[in-house]
């Protein structure tokens, strides 16, 4: 990769692969990786893995630099990946419910507050927030009190070693309450 690349705008970039510039695309994937892992830890979905979601949200940030157009009136391209990219995310986990005939409940997200320009109406924002409450309830009875913090801060988005300073514990006893946590959610879901 050219050393200028980095220094270019993500709306220079994507004008760059849109006109043929593979690197571009490589360098606009690596930078907003982030913000696609942020997105995916943000949802919990039974069955699958975060890798499912991060996934997919990797596909929703390749149809934004395809997508993006550079305007007066056009939003960031940084703005428009975070819509694409969890619009994508949003869409998997609706779609993993809706073959397992399962309730909403089988998702949980952590940032119920920063949908805001996510395309859901209003009432699909109450539905899902009283829906994340209950979610949450339930989670806080069935754990334990350090593997509801330990998992809460989990989907915040927090990563392991993170968990470990904010709690005082090894990594070996956040990632055991992890997995009890996982198995416990499963079975609690599985009712």
């Known amino acids: ?12 970039l ?3 692969y849109q ?18 892992r942020s997105c995916a830890r943000g949802f919990f979905l039974v069955g699958g893995e975060t890798e499912d979601l991060i996934q997919e949200g990797m596909i929703g940030l390749y149809h934004a630099i395809q997508d993006y157009k550079r305007g007066e009136d056009s939003s960031s391209f940084k703005n428009f990946a975070y819509l694409c990219v969890s619009r994508r995310i949003i869409d998997a986990v609706r779609s993993a419910t809706n073959k397992k005939n399962a309730p909403a409940q089988y998702f949980l997200s952590a940032l119920p507050y920063e949908t805001a320009g996510s395309g859901l109406n209003p009432e699909d924002l109450l539905i899902l927030e009283d829906e994340r409450k209950a979610f949450s309830e339930e989670m806080s009875k069935a754990l334990s009190d350090f593997e509801f913090k ?24 956040v990632d055991n309450a ?13 009712k």
């Not at 050393?3 to 709306?11: F, L, M, R, Y």
């Not at 989990?154 to 005082?168: K, L, N």
């Not at 992890?178 to 599985?190: A, E, T, V």
């Open 1 to 12: 990769m050219k050393t200028d690349e980095i220094k270019k705008s993500d709306e220079e």
């Open 14 to 16: 994507v004008s760059l």
């Open 19 to 36: 006109n043929g510039d593979r690197q571009a695309l490589d360098e606009l994937m690596l930078r907003h990786s982030g913000l696609v």
């Open 150 to 173: 330990v998992t809460t801060m989990y989907v915040e988005g927090m990563s392991s070693r993170e968990i470990c300073d904010a709690t005082g514990k090894t990594a070996k006893s």
């Open 178 to 190: 992890l997995q009890r946590s996982k198995r416990k959610l499963q079975q609690l879901l599985k």
